[in-house]
């Protein structure tokens, strides 16, 4: 399990593995933003947690087809099938391998692009936990997604479309907990909730995860 | 005699083709006795004036929108544990019926909703969550459609509907926290004394029974239509082989 961590640990930093690709895309939603909306800093503070969110959500949705289609092309998942480490800790290290890469400078770099827009300073810690209990949930359920289309050629667009509702529950505990705590309010019931959707995700869905890789390396 | 003797395509062709003519006219003779009982012979409603009536498509259509889910659900389990063709079929055939009832009942409501409410769209619970309905179709849709070979198809997109579902209801909790409703709550349950006033009530439960028989029948012809199909491809490979 070791072994398969840091093999898509170095195969992801390795140039061209697409690593900092999630960071520069929430860069520019970042920076995007207020060319859309203006400038006015207190419409940007009041909305900073949400576009923060969902920069980070989009940044994840981009890099999922890298999580199993480069291993699907090149046999590693036939030869994943056939070792002894079942296919669920298999996934389940591919989503962890994923977080790492994706979720993790995303959570830490979500900070310094709150500070572009202008996030009250009440919100920087609630903002980063929800990021850091919410990101998980995330890479899980994107390997999830990346492992039913993994078969389909050019995948990408159904990958987005499958996964992107799967995604709501996440996004609306997560962003919630970060604009309550933008506004000074209590934030511990959607933190609660979004701690329960990703453990339950991370317990459950690697089966599902699993399965659909069984069928379809079959 | 029991239940799993329709897996049989060749048995579930000819119960269907007995029972499709007759779900089709009581369907049929259903949704014309509501409509046109609901439509023309009831008063308006006191405040809301006719436009109280969309209730008659509305209602059903949401109804079925979220029964058809249901019924993928259960024939996509059927799939995975009996590995029944026709049930992963009748799964197929029944998602884009469930798509058109989950748009029949957001237009309706819409429709409804602007000169009630004032507003075509509010991010209403009730609204969001059927919105997000209408994207597991949509993705549940697509995924049949992307991959050719039919027994894949049917394992990944009934791991899809099972998950999709637990998704579902997430999101059906998550967004009543997100945001309070618009929508009034439930007109009618079967544990409640009062429902809607009897005026209304009775036509409702014609169209109901009719939107229900008009799935049956539906579902069933599509089924039968993919069963075709299937040995269409059949005999075709089979003429490619010899």
Redesign the interface.
Known sequence: MKALLIRDLRLAIRAGGGFGLGLAFFLIVTVLVPFGVGPQSELLSEIAPGILWLGALLACLLSLDRILALDWEDGTLDLLACAPLPMEAAVSIKALAHWLTTGLPLVIAAPFFALLLNLPSAGYVPLVLSLLLGTPALSVIGT?GAA??V??KR?GL?LS??V???Y??TL??GA?AARRGAQGLETST?LF?LAG?TSGVIAL?PF?SA??LR??I? | MSLWEYANPVKFMALSGRILPWAAWLSGICLVIGLVWGFFYTPDDFRQGSTVKIIYLHVPSALMAINVWMMMLVTSLVWIIRRHHVSALAAKAAAPIGVVMTLIALVTGAIWGQPMWGTWWAWDPRLTSFLILFLFYLGYIALWAAIEDNDTAADLTSILCLVGSVFAILSRYAVNFWNQGLHQGASLSLDKEKNVADVFYQPLLFCIAGFVLLFVVLVLLRTRTEIRARRTSALLARERMG
């Open positions: 999830f039913i289309t078969g389909i995948g159904l479309l499958l992107l509702p799967l709501v529950p609306i505990y919630e959607p909730m959707i869905l599902a399965a659909v069928v379809n079959r």
